[in-house]
Nanobody
């Protein structure tokens, strides 16, 4: 079992930056692959970025490539999402997710792949 708590959301102007954090507690953080998802009103929850247990394998949705960076600090039990050059279409509730992973180098791209979810944090980019 792992508990996830997101922070760092807020209101920012178009072109601005935010860094989301997701703090995990419970079982050893290094045993979990992690993902960041987002859900805008009336839309499905979509994967934004994912990272393997080791941090060596990364995935980004095409819509955020070159603007967002996912990283993790296993010593701090935290995964981050650095978001730069924010656009109005990035506005959504952002969720952190975790799943236990035997492989150190596999990331997971489906919401059904994840067992644990945070409560979400609102990100609003205004034009």
């Amino acid at each position: 079992q792992v508990q996830l708590v997101e922070s760092g959301g807020g209101l920012v102007q178009t072109g601005g930056s935010l860094r989301l954090s997701c703090a995990a507690s419970g079982r050893p953080f290094s045993s979990y692959a992690m993902g960041w998802f987002r859900q805008a009103p009336g839309k499905e929850r979509d994967l934004v970025a994912a990272i393997s247990r080791s941090g060596n394998s990364l995935y980004y949705a095409d819509s955020v490539k070159g603007r967002f960076t996912i990283s993790r600090d296993n010593a701090k039990n935290t995964v981050y999402l650095q978001m730069n050059s924010l656009k109005p279409e990035d506005t959504a509730v952002y969720y952190c997710a975790a799943r236990s992973s035997y492989s150190a180098t596999t990331y997971y791209s489906g919401s059904g792949d994840y067992s644990y979810w945070g409560q979400g944090t609102q990100v609003t980019a205004s034009s």
